[in-house]
């Protein structure tokens, strides 16, 4: 049980947006401790996509971006491309753990 | 560009002590803006931090596995490393070493490739 809650899966169609949701509680995003969101390719090493629940690194296609509100956290996709198959990971810190924590994760198929 | 390398046997008897060594280069681990942390994945399943070190060797641990673990680092080699004992089963996993600056709302924006470590008789 992951103290970030994300749904296991979602899909879209090439060319189509998706929305990955992220729910914490008080003790992590809705205390102010920020949002990132990571990027897994199989077989590889995770990526961050979104830093500090709205930033994007250099070099990181403006089809992602981030969203806040409250104690939940979505990334966004848009213009799905058969190369974004892969599993997305939010990140935050929990303060009633003393702990840097991630979600579950979310698989997305593209079509 | 940082770049992070993890090394270490890739299989450890039950009961045994895990050991890991991220090797840092392009940068120094000695940068005071940075901690160097150990994340893992167990096959087929998502990320957990494991803890993370500061170079003056402060460390951080996740509280499930803090009786287990120690994270130390060695500045004169560029390299962090970690230990743990006891190990079962639930402790094969991929482990990566990453980077992450020193705020409580960092990102890791750096990461080995991984290595998967194997708990097995």
């Known amino acids: 049980q992951s103290v970030l809650t994300q749904v296991p899966s979602v899909s879209g169609a090439p060319g189509q947006g998706v929305t990955i949701s992220c729910t914490g509680t008080?003790?992590?995003?809705?205390?102010?401790?920020?949002v990132q969101w990571y990027q897994q390719l199989p077989g590889t090493a995770p990526k961050v996509l979104i830093y500090?629940?709205?930033n994007r690194p250099s070099g990181v296609s403006d089809r992602f971006s981030g969203s806040i509100f409250g104690t939940s956290a979505s990334l966004a996709i848009t213009g799905l491309q058969a190369d974004d198959e892969a599993d997305y990971y939010c990140?935050?810190?929990?303060?009633?753990?003393?702990?840097?924590?991630f979600g579950g994760g979310t698989k997305l198929t593209v079509l | 560009q940082v770049r992070l390398q993890e090394s270490g046997p890739g299989l450890v008897k039950p009961s045994g002590t895990l050991s890991l060594t991220c090797t840092v280069s392009g940068g120094s681990i000695g940068n005071n803006i940075y901690y160097w942390g150990w994340i893992r994945q167990p096959p087929g399943k998502g990320l957990e931090w494991v803890g993370s070190v500061y170079f003056s060797g402060s460390t951080y641990y996740n509280p499930s596995l803090k009786s287990r673990l120690t994270i130390f680092v060695d500045r004169s080699k560029n390299q962090f490393s970690l230990k743990l004992t006891s190990v079962t089963a639930a402790d094969t996993s991929v482990y990566y070493c990453?980077?992450?600056?020193?705020?409580?709302?960092?990102?890791?924006?750096?990461w080995g490739q991984g290595t998967l470590v194997t708990v097995s008789s």
């Open positions: 990140q935050s810190y929990d303060n009633s753990l003393g702990a840097w924590v």
């Open positions: 500090g629940a709205t």
């Open positions: 990453a980077r992450h600056s020193t705020t409580v709302s960092s990102n890791f924006d750096s």
């Open positions: 008080t003790s992590n995003i809705g205390a102010g401790y920020g």
